[in-house]
Structures are given as C-alpha cells and as structure tokens.
C-alpha cells in the first residue's frame, strides 16, 4: 500500500514528481490543460450549436417535422449512451491515445454533416460526432485527474475546466445564432474541423499519459447492456412530448432500458473485468457527487430549452441577440467556478460549496419563473439567468473535483465518464419531464382562458417547469448536504 505523507494541516503533501514526470509548476501541464479545455468546448459547444440553426437546415434538406428532432437527439444519444465505454477504453488502450483518436474522429464526422446532401447523411453525422465524443471527454477528464494531483493546483486547473464545460453550451447559443445568420447553417459544423485541427497539433507534443492498464480487457457484454439500456431510457422519454405519455413506445423503452440496466449491475458485479468497477460507487462523497451531477444539469437543459423560445418567440429577439443575452450566464458559470469554487475546494468540505450553490441556482430559477410576456429582460431574466451561472458554475466545478478525486489511476477514465454520463442522462432525461409538465400546464391555461394569446398560456407553461425545476434543485440539496460531508474522496478508495 502506497504511504501519503500529511501536512500540519492534515491534507496529503504533494508527492515529489517521479522521474520523466514534470513538477507541479511546469507550466507546459497549464498548456495542456489549455488544449483539454478546447476540446472541451468544442464538444459542448457542438451540442447546442445547432439548435438556432435547426430551421434553416430543416427547409434546406427537406426533413419532416417529426424528424427534425434527431438532429439533436442522434448527438445525445450517441455521446450519453457510449460515454461508459468511451471510459473503460482510455483506461484500457491509453488516454493519451483514446483523446487523440477522439478528436481526429470529432473532426471527420463535422466535415461530414457540414456536406450533408440529405437527412440521412446529417443524422449520421451528428451521431458519430456523439460517438468520438464520447472517447474525448472521458480521456481529457482522466488526463487531468492523472496529470493535476497537488489540492491546490487540481482546485484551479477544476475550476478552469469546469468554467469552459459550462460555457460551452451557452457559446453554442451565440455562435449557432451568429452563424446562422451571417454565413449558412451548414458551418454549425463545419467550425470544429479548424479546432480539432488545431487540438491535434497541440496535443501530441503537451500531453502525457501515464500508461495502459496492463492485463485488461474490454467488457462487450456490459459495454452492450449499458449503452442499449442508456440508450432506451433517453430514447423513449424523448419521443414523450410528441407521443405522449400514454404511447407503448414511450412506457415500452424507458422500462425495457431500466431492466437492461439492472441486468448491467448485475453483470458488472459477477465479470472480472467489469466496463463499471463497482467499487468506484462505494466511496459515499463519490457516490453524492454524481448524484448531484445527474440532477443538477435538469436546471441548464430547462433554461436553454424554455428561454430561447421565450428571448425569440415572446421577446422577439433575433438568433445574435438571443444568443448575447445569455453571455450573462455564462460569465457568471466562470465566475462561480474558478473565483468561487476553485478558491474553496482545497480548504472545505464539498457541502459547503455545494449546497448553497443549488440553492443558489434554484432563487435563479424562481427569478426565471416570474419572467412575463411584458417582462423587460433587466429585471427578470438578467438577475435570474446570473444566479443561476453563479450556483450552477460552482456546483458542478466542485462535483466535477469531488467525484475524480482518489480514484485509483486504472479507473480514472471511467470515472470520469460517469460524471459525463450522469450530466448528459439526467439532463435529457429531465428535459423530457420537463417538456411534458410544460405542455400540460399550457394546455391547462388555455382551456381556462378561452381567447387568450398563446405566448401568455406557453410563458405560463414554461414558468410552471422552471418551478418543478428549482424545487428539483432544493431538494437534490438534501442528499447533497448529507454525502458531501468532507473533502474528496480518499486516496484509493476505489480500489477493490
């Protein structure tokens, strides 16, 4: 067993750097985490680029109304139901390897959907942009679990990562609405073949890895049953609003996901070589972390969903002013992240850092929620949409942290992609509940007020899901307060 020598203080002393290993000052690790972050964007950035650019790709290639919803949903799918495998193959083959084979993948399939001459051929685009994603957030975030282990050091370079994972999605908003309206849709995809050009390059010579895991093997049984049931869960769910909860389709597939993924459990608990080592999951901080992790994103996937339509529909914002009013938010995520979070995270228990930052985000939301269709945008969606980065930006920086850290260096890759996985699931997942609360309370206000404007009755829809939302949030802080009672998890607590 490896002995950790402590501080005065009690915290574990940073180990001197092996040999061939860089100090914790080298500034060509800083570098490298430049080159981890922009992959980072990218791949979020590309999640929400092509939602304001969705109509314009829509009557350019002919895709049907009940179609054009995988444009998005190809992306979730794929990027959400391979994360775990996408995991347990930077473990396996090498991190350094697996983020490189990501990016150049990510790349090609851009180009792809940018030259898209049919439905066809841009879904599938879109759906091998997700699977290449899947290979590079697990390895970036294992690489710098592996490569930031000083607390002091790992709380910056956390709260630096977290900051970019936070703005990626709203950046997609802004250069999704800029895009679209000054050059042509199809650049929505093709803007990431430069990036990960330029990814590539700089990659090769400032990362490192620590090595494979020697001796193991890949997991195709649960690597099947996990992904198939992810994959039925978010599936079925998303076919809600336009079936309707009552469909065999929607019932069918989120119950057979669920029964796939126990028999997922299952296996993993039984196979030498489980996709999911089940002993990442026993640490309790970890386990609070990705619980928190899985609810806490409901409440951006919810903002960017009902405030778009608001801004543009209600407001009638045009796709660039849409896209700058949300600059707010996301000025607050990096402020929440690395001048709140990542200053806190080395001196206190997660909790304290945690909860106030749901609750934090939740008075967001409720701000959010009192927004009408007379509403300036100073007084109700500024003050809202900044509460909420501030909570948001420190929340998922510290869980981010919380849950890598101790992880043993052969499952850090997983690790770090069941962050990921929880993050995309939970989001699409609650979206999907979202939607329906939403359009029942819309259909509600309508049949109570004949005549009535139908912004009125969907603003009152959206703010009756903000509410269900930030009560989400209250809530998920109880168990949050509970789990995250001290500092990160120990040192090898994953270990078998």
């Known amino acids: 067993m490896t002995q950790t020598t402590l501080t005065r203080a009690g915290r574990p002393a940073p180990a001197a750097a092996p040999a061939g290993r860089e100090a914790p000052g080298d500034a060509r690790r800083w570098w490298g985490l430049a080159v981890l972050g922009l992959s980072q964007l990218i791949v979020l950035l590309d999640g929400t680029v092509v939602n304001i650019a969705l109509p314009s790709a829509q009557a350019d290639l002919g895709i049907g109304d009940g179609a054009r919803q995988w444009v998005i949903t190809s992306y979730a799918l794929a990027f959400g139901g391979l994360l775990l495998l996408g995991g347990r193959i930077a473990d396996l083959v090498g991190r350094k390897r697996t983020f490189l084979t990501g990016v150049a993948g990510f790349g090609l399939a851009s180009a792809v959907g940018g030259a898209a001459d049919g439905a066809g ?60 309206q000054y050059l042509d849709w199809r650049w929505c995809m093709y803007i990431a ?90 640490d309790r901080r970890r386990a609070g972390a990705l619980l928190t992790a899985g609810l806490a994103p409901v409440a951006m996937f919810g903002v960017f969903l009902f405030m778009t339509y608001y801004l543009q529909v209600v407001l009638g914002y045009s796709a660039v002013r849409t896209g700058l009013a949300f600059l707010p938010l996301t000025l607050a995520m990096i402020t929440g992240s690395t001048q709140l979070a990542a200053r806190l995270v080395p001196f206190v228990a997660p909790r304290t850092i945690v909860v106030p930052g749901l609750l934090t985000a939740a008075t ?83 049949a109570g007020h004949p005549g009535a404007p139908v912004t009125e009755a969907t603003v009152h829809g959206s703010s009756t899901a903000l509410w269900w939302v930030a009560g989400l949030l209250v809530l998920t802080a109880v168990p949050a307060g509970i789990l995250l009672r001290s500092g990160g998890p120990r040192q090898g607590a994953g270990r078998a």
């Not at 070589?273 to 026993?282: D, N, V």
């Open 121 to 180: 051929m841009l879904f599938a685009g879109r759906a091998l942009q997700g699977a290449f994603a899947a290979l590079i957030v697990p390895a970036a975030m294992s690489l710098l679990t592996t490569t930031f282990t000083d607390p002091r050091e790992r709380g910056r370079a956390f709260g630096v990562f977290g900051a970019i994972a936070g703005a990626g999605a709203a950046a997609g908003l802004l250069i999704g609405g800029l895009v679209t």
């Open 364 to 446: 967001g939301l409720l701000v959010l929620a009192q927004a009408g269709t007379g509403t300036p945008y100073a007084t109700r969606v500024l003050p809202g949409l900044v509460l909420l980065g501030l909570g948001m930006g420190s929340t998922m920086m510290t869980v981010m942290a919380t849950a890598t850290a101790g992880v043993d260096p052969q499952d850090a890759g997983v690790t770090s992609a069941m962050v990921s996985t929880a993050q995309q699931v939970g989001g699409a997942v609650g979206t999907s509940v979202l939607n329906s609360v939403a359009a029942g309370a819309t259909q509600g206000w309508l």
């Open 193 to 282: 073949v430069p990036v990960e050009v330029v990814v590539l390059i700089a990659a090769v010579p400032l990362l490192s890895d620590t090595g494979r895991r020697a001796g193991g093997r890949l997991d195709v049984p649960g690597a099947v049953l996990g992904t198939a049931g992810l994959a039925a869960i978010v599936y079925g769910l998303g076919e809600a609003e336009s079936r309707g909860w009552g469909d065999p389709l929607v019932l069918g597939l989120p119950a057979g996901g669920v029964l796939l993924l126990a028999a997922f459990v299952l296996w993993q608990a039984r196979t030498p070589h489980p996709l999911l080592p089940l002993r990442i999951l026993r």
